[in-house]
């Protein structure tokens, strides 16, 4: 663990006073007070929907507060801008990802975006130009990324890497990071841990947003806990994972430790699989009554094979059987038809409908139900709406606001939990724990092992803890390739984390995984 | 049903007509095209004589569609005027509002329209087939006469009623004149005709180097074609058979070695005046006959030159034909205070 | 500096907020200048306020409401389709041709115009989704396409009756329901009005209404997300283009109609005001999409707007400075007086 | 394969590796249609071949590739500038009417014309920043403004030398530099290609080699990213269409030196071109983008094609539609052959 003792400073770097923030009727944020001191690193939680994002936008300069002061060493400014913010010496990197970089440039291109706002300077900027700056920053900075790819072929975390290359390039007095690893491998999470301890070292403060609490207990010299919108608690170091989660949640109410089953008949089975054309042959086969959690690093090629059975994708090589038929599907309406349903991994590119209501989120998978003859029937739509809203506790201004008026992980809970009022034969579902707190992991870990009765349901996640909370047995993909199949009462995380990075026994692999986790 | 040129049955003692003498008479001009300067000159020789007759004037701008002209007549024949202007426009779409014209008994005076003469209405036109003779009399003259022979360019774009009319007597031209090669037929008309067709009179004529004659009936197509053979340098071989007038037109047709050298025109204003003049004349019941063709006047670039003339006002006093005060008119329109 | 960006579309789509009034205008903005310029030009002109005006304005509208509701379907799926003029160029010329030139009958010549425009429609639908060339590049290149097929088809020439067919004339007429089209009244509203209604009603019903009209709007704002929650996207963005062609080809046949012959190009026109039309609908009810009500009051306002200043004798070249300014107030009055999506 | 995020996208991003022919044709599509088009023509037609004929080609081509440039900008920001027809023809209308009417000499009526251009980009720039319209919808408004601005100003009336002004004609002429940039040449090079040359090496320059053209990008790419890393996003925006303005001026002025005179809507046809031009451009070198290379090719592609159909006498009904042939042919090449990832 890193050093604990933050460097003191007469004034705090920022502090936040009485910070309120309202959305219409919404109480975003109702009187926020604490302060981040040079040097720290301080863990910022709470639950889904506590406040924490709308406060490091408000910080961030994208978002004007409602009520309240920021003093930053002592003088209070107006953040108009991320501009003002990084004039602070404030950098952000958001949690949504996509909103930090810009697609159809390169990577290059876009590790230079802060240069090119700067005014002033040489305003010539051919490509090559663009490429040695880029270049100098991933040297200075030791990231390794390939400069001349388009953004958005990149995966989620590479464009994260970006972002976070991006922002640390500007030498800031405070990083913000809005759950960095929510996306991250337990490698690449290690690689970003270095760099926080780097710049620890370096003197910079650093807020860090994050549910995982083993990041939190690992980095942070302190954590404040914010709940409905106010700081609930202070903590400092050593951190007690447990009084943090009891200040987060109001109370513990984890998922119940469940048997492990072993499933009923084969649902769906897979021979000669692959995930690209060249990479190896695998088999595979899912049961109606159990939950396989799929696992592996970022990049092990995990969404390739599911989408492989949902029809996003073609099938590569071999083939696969439901049901005992042969079954190809063409595409995504086909698999649905057939009983399978997937929830895709990156939520804002592939769930998020901008601007509709909570509602038309709810009901756009299975119009067919609320609708006589085409027409829809506004009643039973809502009525819908109502009770995915209440079963998986998403906290929202009602069931007609716009999708974007809820915080990160109550989108997700909405998004996931539409999905488990009808029965199939297979329920995929990539990352559905991205971004959502303890509490309401165990929420959907619940709903998933009563809707597995009588589905086969698979969930990826390249959180091995994650796999094993939930799962009856576990899958690790490494490279393209399934290296393992087992009981998940027969393993544990870190093993696991061995498994997916199999690292060779004379590289030591660099991380023990800190498992404080809280059950 | 032939026609029966249209004639004033006035005579020079008469009173001026009740309805003028109170200047309560209200007219109704439908134009399908307005935007321009041809049409602007036709607005302005009505608007200037109905001015001076004391006569209010409702106008209709079709922005060049049939449908919304057809639509537009039917709502004038509703606003129940004196009469009917109808410039420009198809019978066949303008139909059902002469017809509702005439079960209203309001009289319709048409220019260009192309209508059959009939008893309905009275039909004005500009002389198409006059004009075209008029140049290529002219394009035959310059060729030697008699058998003549050369490549020719002929720029045409169908579905305009004067290109129309003007191409009948083009067909006859040509087959009577077999010597005559048409090595191309071009044409755009859109709101950028004058370079578009320079662009294309400039391919063909790169194509074909010994065209000796464009004949471009329409003024945007003229100076098109004008353009494209000073672009090419090829005044002193390739001449230019135009039609239409205005100070634009003068200025290309004087300027320095330029290949545009007839043009067949009537004045639009004078054209406005007659058809205001005529509707005048069927309002107060002095109009026998239904059918008028103004003569047109061919025009030299010889004559223009010599005329020193540089825009339309000045052309007006040089050719006198090109002004009709005459037709038309009933003696107590001067009347008329 | 403030910046976009602090207009979360949340914040932009709940103009829930406190100030009524700016909330009223926000989202009537429009209406209240349409009803405006009716209230002052019905003050001004007796003729203005009648019901025989009123269906003039109505009629004039009728034909650009259609097209532009066309247009709004192949907008709700986020695309756009720039060959609606042409494709009524085509509609005219097949049903004016099937019926002058061929002798065809009038329910042959409509349904063979109607084919037609679903052809186009077709022909847009597979450049985009099979070919997949971005909607706006495509349907330049199917309205090159379909232009260039008419024109070819009939070698630029217009079609009336009579016409001369080399050595012949064409001895073909314009069937009944194309003179009961041109000119028909039920209850005194013109035939092309109540055509023009139904029209309405069916594409209002489809959007607003029916689960189909979901899933145009939600292609049209993720078909990443949409395709994921098992919509088949393209035939659903193959069902729009073919709408979008359909009723083209209905505006084309009502065109054909009141003009009573066929010009190669007469529908060409009709594209900038139908997508005029469209987007001036955008702002209509604070929707800020493509909606059918909205474009059906855009295609109004214009009608009424230069039915007005004709009615006043306005010389044709100010008009289009008054269009602009009208439309220029009442787009600020919903933009711009909006909801704040700054502080 | 590796779990490094620095390989395995790399592998998907090249779709170079596998079909070395596919890739080339996704890239040139448009490039080879053009190059197969000049061949074809040239070896069929002795003049075709011609450095005079080309040089009517490019003649042909520049004022297009000049106003689609503009657009292209507007294009780079995400915006979309309907105004460009109705500023070309406002400029034409001061241009004109400076020299000719008030005597004003030719770099004053040069700068009077740009000035104008400006001013529409403004109007437009102020209707989207500011006014927070949407771009298509702001673009519409400012169109008809514009267009109505130049109607009211001269009574729908054409400018010409020595055109009647009430009483007396106007005495003013065409200066010197206008004669010059309408039928000059330098090294047997046209005046108009000349400016349309340096033009498009500014715009090319400007998007490609400078930090704004980057900055245009990103802004286009994703607005709130560009803001938040601080980049002035209205600023560039207005910057934006003062340059779509400022080219549809250059443009205006070509035009207006060409034809010697001043129509009122002699700028309308133009938008069509241009904005075919900068969509067609989307497709060259597998930009799928505007951008300044891909519009001149898209410029240059129409008139070349123009220029050899009008040289073998296909009639004008004809040309429409291979123009739409070979346009579509050409995407087909670029957008289904290309690598299949892209929707
Ligand atoms: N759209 C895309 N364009 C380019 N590369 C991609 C794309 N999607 C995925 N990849 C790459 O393909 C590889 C396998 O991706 P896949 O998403 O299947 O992995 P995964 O195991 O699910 O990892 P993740 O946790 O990132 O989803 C990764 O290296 C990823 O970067
Ligand atoms: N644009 C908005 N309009 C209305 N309400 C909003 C808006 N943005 C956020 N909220 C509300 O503000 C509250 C705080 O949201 P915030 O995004 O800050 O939560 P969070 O702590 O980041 O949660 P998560 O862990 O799920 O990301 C939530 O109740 C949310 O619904
Ligand atoms: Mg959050
Ligand atoms: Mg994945």
């Not at chain 1, 004034?11 to 009727?25: D, M, N, Q, S």
């Not at chain 2, 106008?59 to 057809?70: L, P, T």
């Not at chain 2, 025109?265 to 006959?289: C, F, H, P, S, W």
């Not at chain 3, 679903?118 to 330049?140: C, F, Q, S």
Request: proline share 4%; with cysteine.
């Amino acid at each position: 663990m890193t050093d604990m003792t933050a460097p003191a400073d007469s004034l705090p770097l920022v502090r936040f006073e009485a910070i309120t923030k309202h959305f219409g009727g919404t109480v975003a944020l109702a009187g926020v007070t604490f302060e981040v001191r040079h040097g720290e690193t301080l863990g910022l939680l709470g639950s889904n929907g506590a406040g924490k994002s709308t406060l490091i936008k408000i910080l961030s300069g994208m978002q004007p507060q409602t009520g309240g002061d920021i003093l930053i060493e002592g003088v209070p400014q107006t953040l108009d801008s991320p501009v003002d913010a990084r004039d602070c010496g404030i950098v952000t990197v958001h949690q949504n990802i996509d909103d930090g970089v810009v697609f159809g440039m390169t990577v290059a291109e876009n590790l230079v975006l802060d240069n090119l706002s700067v005014a002033g300077g040489n305003p010539w900027m051919p490509y090559g130009r663009v490429r040695r700056q880029a270049a100098a920053i991933l040297e200075e900075l030791d990231f390794d990324l390939p400069l001349d790819v388009p953004v958005e072929q990149l995966s989620a975390s590479g464009r994260q890497e970006v972002s976070i290359a991006r922002a640390l390039v500007k030498k800031p007095k405070l990083l913000i990071l809005d759950e960095p690893t929510s996306t991250l491998s337990a490698r690449e999470s290690e690689r970003l841990f270095e760099r926080v301890a780097a710049m620890q070292a370096r003197g910079i403060a650093i807020l860090y947003v994050s549910h995982r609490m083993s990041d939190i207990q690992r980095l942070c010299h302190r954590a404040v806990v914010l709940r409905n919108g106010q700081v609930v608690s202070n903590h400092d170091a050593p951190l007690d994972a447990r009084a943090i989660t009891v200040s987060i949640l109001g109370e513990i109410a984890l998922a119940p430790a469940f048997e492990s089953r072993t499933g009923r008949e084969t649902v769906l089975s897979g021979e000669g699989l692959r995930v690209s054309r060249h990479g190896p042959a695998f088999d595979v086969s899912f049961r109606r009554g159990e939950i396989v959690g799929l696992t592996g690093l970022v990049g092990a090629g995990k969404t390739e094979l599911l989408e492989q059975f949902y029809g996003a994708r073609p099938l590569v090589s071999g083939k696969l059987e439901l049901l005992g038929q042969p079954f190809e599907p063409r595409d995504q309406p086909d698999a649905l038809a057939h009983g399978i349903a997937m929830v895709p991994e990156e939520r804002a590119a592939q769930s998020i409908f901008p601007g509709e209501q909570l509602t038309t989120h709810a009901s756009i998978g299975r119009l067919d139900r609320f609708s006589t003859a085409g027409i829809m029937q506004r009643s039973e739509e809502v009525a819908f709406a109502r009770k995915v809203i209440s079963d998986f506790h998403v906290r929202c201004p009602g069931h007609e606001a716009p999708i974007e008026a809820l915080s990160g992980g109550n989108q997700q809970k909405l998004l996931v939990g539409r999905w488990l009022a009808d029965e199939r034969e297979v329920m995929i579902l990539d990352e559905p724990f991205r971004g959502i707190d303890i509490g309401a992991r165990s929420v959907i870990a619940k709903a998933l092992r009563a809707y597995s009765e009588n589905t086969a349901v698979i969930v990826c996640s390249s959180d091995p803890e994650e796999v094993i909370e939930v799962a009856d047995r576990v899958l690790v993909m490494r490279d393209g390739e399934i290296v393992c199949d087992i009981a998940s009462s027969e393993i544990s995380a870190e093993q696991l984390a061995d498994i997916m990075s199999a690292a060779p026994p004379s590289q030591a692999h660099p991380t023990t995984m800190e498992t404080n986790s809280v059950h | 049903q032939e026609g029966v040129p249209a004639t004033i049955s006035a005579s020079a003692t008469d009173e001026v007509p009740a309805k003028f003498a109170e200047k309560n008479v209200r007219i109704a001009v439908v134009r399908q095209l307005n935007t321009g300067d041809v049409y602007q000159n036709w607005i302005a020789g009505i608007e200037s004589e109905a001015d001076r007759l004391g006569i209010k004037l409702d106008v209709y701008n079709a922005d060049g569609e049939n449908a919304k002209q057809a639509l537009f007549l039917q709502q004038a024949v509703a606003t129940k005027p004196d009469a009917i202007i109808v410039g420009w426009g198809f019978v066949d779409s303008l139909a059902p509002g002469l017809e509702a014209a005439k079960a209203a008994n309001i009289p319709v005076i048409t220019f260009d329209v192309g209508a059959q003469p009939s008893d309905d209405f009275v039909t004005i036109d500009q002389g198409d087939k006059p004009m075209m003779a008029g140049i290529l009399e002219k394009l035959k003259e310059d060729l030697g006469g008699g058998d003549i022979k050369g490549d020719v360019i002929y720029v045409y774009v169908p579905g305009y009623q004067a290109l129309d009319r003007r191409d009948t007597v083009w067909r006859e031209f040509i087959a009577e004149n077999p010597g005559l090669n048409l090595v191309a037929q071009i044409g755009v008309v859109n709101s950028n005709t004058a370079a578009q067709t320079a662009d294309q009179a400039r391919a063909a004529m790169t194509a074909n180097p010994d065209v000796v004659a464009i004949v471009a009936p329409y003024d945007e197509f003229a100076k098109g074609a004008s353009l494209a053979v000073g672009e090419l340098g090829r005044q002193s071989k390739t001449k230019v058979y135009g039609m239409d007038i205005s100070t634009a037109d003068i200025a290309v047709m004087v300027g320095e070695n330029s290949p545009w050298v007839v043009t067949a025109t009537t004045d639009m204003v004078n054209v406005g005046a007659v058809i205001l003049r005529t509707t005048a004349a069927k309002i107060a019941g002095q109009l026998e006959g239904n059918t008028l063709s103004i003569t047109p006047a061919v025009i030299t670039q010889a004559e223009l030159r010599d005329a020193k003339v540089q825009n339309v006002e000045e052309l007006r006093k040089a050719f006198s034909a090109l002004t009709t005060p005459e037709v038309s008119r009933a003696p107590w329109m001067d009347a008329v205070e | 500096m403030s910046t976009d960006i602090q207009s979360s579309p949340a914040e932009r789509a709940t103009p829930y907020s406190k100030d009524a009034i700016t909330h009223f205008i926000y989202r009537y903005g429009l209406l209240v200048v349409l009803a405006l310029m009716i209230v002052v030009f019905s003050i001004a002109h007796p003729f203005f306020g009648t019901f025989a005006n009123a269906m003039f304005i109505l009629q004039a509208s009728a034909i650009v409401a259609v097209v532009g509701l066309g247009c709004t379907i192949s907008m709700t799926v986020g695309g756009f389709d720039l060959a609606v003029g042409a494709t009524m160029s085509l509609v005219v010329m097949v049903a004016a041709g099937a019926m002058v030139i061929y002798g065809f009958s009038g329910p042959v010549a409509i349904l063979l115009g109607l084919a037609a425009g679903l052809l186009a429609g077709l022909l847009n639908a597979m450049l985009i989704v099979y070919a997949r060339i971005p909607d706006l590049v495509a349907t330049l290149a199917a309205q090159f396409l379909v232009s260039g097929t008419t024109l070819l088809a009939v070698n630029g020439q217009s079609i009336s009756e009579g016409m001369s067919l080399g050595t012949t004339s064409a001895t073909g007429t314009f069937a009944p329901i194309f003179k009961w089209l041109g000119s028909g009244y039920v209850f005194g509203v013109h035939s092309s009005v109540i055509v023009a209604g139904l029209v309405f009603l069916a594409v209002f019903a489809l959007l607003n209404l029916t689960k189909w009209g979901r899933i145009f709007y939600a292609i049209g704002g993720n078909p990443v997300a949409a395709a994921a929650v098992g919509i088949p996207v393209r035939r659903y963005r193959i069902i729009a283009y073919l709408l979008s062609g359909l009723l083209s080809a209905v505006a084309g046949l009502l065109l054909v109609a009141r003009s009573n012959r066929g010009d190669v190009s007469v529908g060409d026109a009709y594209l900038l005001q139908a997508v005029s039309a469209a987007l001036v609908g955008y702002a209509v009810l604070g929707a800020n999409r493509a909606n059918a009500f909205g474009t059906l009051i855009g295609a109004v306002f214009v009608a009424t707007l230069i039915n007005g200043l004709t009615m006043f004798n306005f010389p044709y070249y100010a008009q289009t400075f008054v269009q602009g300014l009208l439309l220029g107030v009442a787009l600020l009055m919903s933009y711009t007086l909006g909801p704040k999506s700054k502080r």
